[in-house]
């Protein structure tokens, strides 16, 4: 029997969360779906292995991020992806609705997710029953589910005019994906992820590949999240400059050299990696550091680091390290002025009014409902009901 789609779950070190997720994800499968688990903990999963569907891969080394996440999309065998964090709940029907959405079987379709906040200690975050059971507040959109066509090239463009992280735009942690684009990639190039974020770099080869794609607001996945503790994402121990040395460890092969630790500065190194590979796909005035300086120096002003000082100066050394670059210097001053004038508020507003996209907004948005004191299976319940039946 052909398997019809490949539902991949990179973990490491999160054996509580890892297990809801392929629950979860069995759970959603059809009979005709696969789980693939790719295990780098330093332990092994304890994992029921009685579903035929479920695979678990596991070696005696350590992986870095993106070769996990490669060996876990290689091992795929259906003729469509979905890669998921350990901390992402498959909704129920989810998959249906999305593969409904195609006009073509060759389509990528984007989805929209929901997110579950707990406010749990760290010491009860390994602990799978309070997890599972601990109420949280639910975070949805209602109405009706929608579909948009958008044009690739102009998200890809937008990719190296901003240097900025999207959720909506397609990669394989945000939709599903026809697994012939990875096995494309990998007969050019020896492998699908590169630089040192494998969710952009995967969004870069989809977009390389396609005229355009197919984007939806169909929730896919419940994002759970049991602390605030800002290690459930990378994205976001960067963004607050804390716990940034463990992330930074996944990548020994593939370190930012002079650039100081940064989503901005992780997202240019993968698109100066991917652009060396694919030179059509951009133009070399696209990755001059002037627009590195901006983006980086965006992202300090908004976050407010406590270390902001420190950063900027790490992110003026680094620009100028090739020689003087007075537009960066510029770009990098422009910046802070402008966001001490203006206040954060209004410095976030108008930047966005200036870096935003070209087209128009997306379909989804996490906004609109909230639901109180919900534990895991009834925000599950609720996500698959506002889903409800689809008529594309």
Not at 21 to 45: F, H, K
Not at 280 to 299: G, K, M, N, Q, T
Not at 342 to 349: C, M
């Amino acid at each position: 029997m052909a398997i019809r789609v490949s539902i991949v779950i990179p973990t490491r070190n999160r054996p509580a969360m890892a297990v809801l997720a392929i629950r979860a994800a069995l759970n959603a499968a059809g009979n005709d779906d696969e789980v693939i688990v790719a295990d780098n903990g330093d332990l092994p999963l304890s994992v029921e292995r009685g579903d035929a569907r479920l695979r678990v891969l596991r070696d005696e080394r350590v992986y870095s991020m993106p070769e996990n996440w490669e060996r876990g999309v290689r091992a795929a065998r259906g003729q469509d992806l979905v890669l998921l964090s350990d901390r992402h709940r498959l909704v129920p029907g989810s998959l249906d609705h999305l593969l409904a959405a195609r006009s073509d079987e060759r389509d990528v379709v984007t989805y929209s997710y929901a997110t579950l906040s707990q406010q749990l200690p760290s010491t009860a975050v390994d602990s799978f029953d309070v997890i599972a059971e601990a109420p949280g507040t639910l975070a949805y959109s209602r109405g009706a589910r929608e579909r948009r066509e958008r044009l690739s090239r102009d998200v890809l463009d937008d990719w190296y005019a901003t240097m900025r992280y999207r959720f909506e735009r397609p990669m394989l942690t945000s939709a599903l994906v026809p697994r012939r684009i990875v096995a494309d990639v990998v007969r050019s190039h020896g492998r699908f992820f590169e630089g040192m974020a494998p969710d952009v770099s995967s969004s870069l080869h989809i977009l390389a590949a396609t005229e355009r794609y197919v984007e939806t607001n169909v929730m896919a996945i419940l994002g759970q999240f049991p602390s605030t503790d800002p290690r459930w994402s990378n994205g976001l121990s960067l963004a607050r400059g804390q716990h940034a040395g463990s992330f930074l460890k996944e990548f020994a092969g593939a370190p930012l050299g002079q650039f100081p630790p940064s989503i901005s500065a992780v997202i240019y190194q993968t698109l100066a990696e991917f652009s060396r590979l694919h030179p059509v796909s951009a133009a070399p005035h696209v990755l001059d550091i002037s627009r590195f300086a901006r983006a980086a120096a965006i992202e300090l002003e908004s976050a407010a680091r406590v270390d902001r000082a420190a950063m900027h100066w790490a992110l003026f050394r680094a620009t100028q390290a090739a020689g003087p670059s007075p537009r960066a210097l510029f770009q990098q001053l422009r910046t802070v002025v402008s966001g001490r004038l203006l206040g954060f508020g209004r410095l976030a507003r108008r930047l966005r009014a200036l870096l935003g996209p070209r087209d128009s907004a997306p379909v989804w948005s996490t906004a609109g409902s909230l639901a109180h004191n919900q534990t895991l299976a009834e925000g599950m319940t609720l996500v698959e009901r506002a889903n409800g039946p689809v008529i594309w």
